[in-house]
């Protein structure tokens, strides 16, 4: 099992930037999928990015393909979200995903609002 604690999520200008990290306890964090989802107000929560476990592969929602970056350092546990140019439309809580053998794990998440 891994435990997952977002931050760096607040409050940010439309156009602004901001580096979410998740970090993961255990020392199988290199073993899993890692994923960022977020669920805006009064909507289901979406996926926006995620990355293998090398790091190899990274897959985006269109809706942030070219502004937002996944990356991993296995060595530290952690995983970040990048995002550049953010909109309005970005504003969420953002959550930490895990996965690995058919189970998924999640963070509490962290709010990112984006002012126009």
């Known amino acids: 099992q891994v435990q997952l604690v977002e931050s760096g999520g607040r409050l940010v200008q439309a156009g602004g930037s901001l580096r979410l990290s998740c970090a993961a306890s255990?020392?199988?964090?290199?073993?899993?999928?890692m994923g960022w989802y977020r669920q805006a107000p009064g909507k289901e929560r979406e996926f926006v990015a995620s990355i293998s476990w090398s790091g190899g592969s990274t897959y985006y929602a269109d809706s942030v393909k070219g502004r937002f970056t996944i990356s991993r350092d296995n060595a530290k546990n952690t995983v970040y979200l990048q995002m550049n140019s953010l909109k309005p439309e970005d504003t969420a809580v953002y959550y930490c995903?895990?996965?690995?053998?058919?189970?998924?794990?999640w963070g509490k998440g962290t709010l990112v609002t984006v002012s126009s």
């Open positions: 995903n895990a996965r690995r053998d058919g189970m998924d794990y």
């Open positions: 255990g020392r199988t964090f290199s073993s899993y999928v």
